[in-house]
T-cell receptor, first 111, second 114 residues
Framework: DVKVTQSSRYLVKRTGEKVFLECVQDMDHENMFWYRQDPGLGLRLIYFSYDVKMKEKGDIPEGYSVSREKKERFSLILESASTNQTSMYLC??????????FGPGTRLTVT | AQTVTQSQPEMSVQEAETVTLSCTYDTSESDYYLFWYKQPPSRQMILVIRQEAYKQQNATENRFSVNFQKAAKSFSLKISDSQLGDAAMYFCAQAKRSNYQLIWGAGTKLIIKP
């Protein structure tokens, strides 16, 4: 059974903190994605990665960075968390058929 | 730019009846993929059905089927014999064959009335 896991389901951080969200997939997929999900806005792509150490900006990369040191792991970093980054963060992976498999999501609250 | 539009923010249907969710998209590509995903409340996003644009035949998965109208750039999802477990947000998405990114619609919330 395919699996994408995320390090936390719920996270509360203070403004200005550095935040790490981890995502791990066990399907040997080349592609991994980080999305932000807000009501009425659907899913917005933050960053994606086609391969180890490769990354591409998505639609809303400002305030975020990513790291992919191993094929199975893709990390999202909020360098200095702000209240407008309070959101649901979804990680996904895919192979060549474009079908994306999602993790359970991390609901981040920045106070 | 590619866009995906779901014009129904919310739909409701009586249990056991049929409901159709609308999706339109805009692309200049001739070859691409289309998807419907389901996100139940507080649960994981999962794939419901996929369609490859070069295939004429509409995809079907059990009670879920699509009406793919390539010329009209329309990709609606029909759910037959609706069940309480079908209550969820439904997202339509499109991917170019040349690209691994998905372009997402804003979603439709489906309510099932018992």
């Amino acid at each position: 059974d395919v699996k994408v896991t995320q390090s936390s389901r719920y996270l509360v951080k203070r403004t200005g903190e550095k935040v790490f969200l981890e995502c791990v997939q066990d399907m040997d997929h080349e592609n991994m994605f980080w999305y932000r999900q807000d009501p009425g806005l659907g899913l917005r792509l933050i960053y994606f990665s086609y391969d180890v150490k490769m990354k591409e900006k998505g639609d809303i990369p400002e305030g975020y960075s990513v790291s992919r040191e191993k094929k199975e792991r893709f990390s999202l970093i909020l360098e200095s968390a702000s209240t407008n980054q309070t959101s649901m963060y979804l990680c996904a992976s895919s192979s060549t058929n474009r079908e994306q498999y999602f993790g359970p999501g991390t609901r981040l609250t920045v106070t | 730019a590619q866009t995906v539009t779901q014009s129904q923010p919310e739909m409701s249907v009586q249990e056991a009846e049929t409901v159709t969710l609308s999706c339109t998209y805009d692309t200049s590509e001739s070859d691409y993929y289309l998807f419907w995903y389901k996100q139940p409340p507080s649960r994981q996003m999962i794939l419901v059905i996929r369609q490859e644009a070069y295939k004429q035949q509409n995809a079907t998965e059990n009670r879920f089927s699509v009406n793919f109208q390539k010329a009209a750039k329309s990709f609606s999802l029909k759910i037959s014999d609706s069940q309480l477990g079908d209550a969820a947000m439904y997202f339509c998405a499109q991917a170019k064959r040349s690209n691994y990114q998905l372009i997402w619609g804003a979603g439709t919330k489906l309510i099932i009335k018992p």
